[in-house]
């Protein structure tokens, strides 16, 4: 199976070992890190563990941590990715640089991964876990159709998971 995903304007592409850089650069930008890992700053170390994990899931199941690039173009936009969310399912992620905030760009590249996810992978549903205070993702997940359907205690505060099923 190919795992790249294309949309309109964006080529979401399996990270490999090769972009170790760019991610540590990416996942280290305090304003990307913010929600996504709740204003922890990633060791080299686990970035490495999250290619490797992503390599296996891409190997093993079809899905994994995909790097968002402008069709054309050559910078690192952003993350978007498939991981376990406690024992429930598989969960999206996304990451975008601030250079390319507003452009709509996380709604089109979790749109791709999500119908990956109830497409060709066949997962009955596809779960978010957001940040209450994150309005920005809490935009994305609804434009994608999830619904809530959960609350839980987080680092930075309450915590909304969605869900939009097959």
Do not use: C, K
């Not at 609804?142 to 809530?148: A, C, E, I, Q, Y």
């Not at 609350?151 to 505060?157: C, I, K, M, N």
């Amino acid at each position: 199976m190919n795992h790249v995903l294309t949309t309109e304007r964006l080529v979401l592409r399996p990270v490999a070992a090769r972009d170790h850089a760019g991610l540590l650069a990416h996942w280290t930008t305090p304003e990307v890190r913010r929600f996504m890992f709740d204003g922890t700053v990633l060791t080299p170390e686990q970035v490495t563990s999250a290619i490797e994990d992503s390599l296996r899931g891409f190997a093993t199941a079809g899905h994994g941590l995909w790097l968002i690039r402008e069709a054309g173009g050559s910078d690192l936009a952003g993350t978007a990715g498939l991981r376990p969310l406690d024992d429930l399912g598989l969960e999206i992620t996304y990451s975008l640089a601030p250079a390319v905030w507003g452009r709509g760009y996380a709604t089109e590249a979790a749109r791709a991964v999500v119908d990956h996810a109830l497409g060709p992978l066949g997962l009955p549903e596809v779960l978010a876990e957001i940040d209450e205070g994150n309005a920005a993702s809490v935009a994305v997940v609804v434009r994608l159709g999830m619904t809530p359907f959960a609350v839980v205690p987080g680092v930075l505060g309450p915590l909304v998971r969605y869900r939009r099923t097959r």
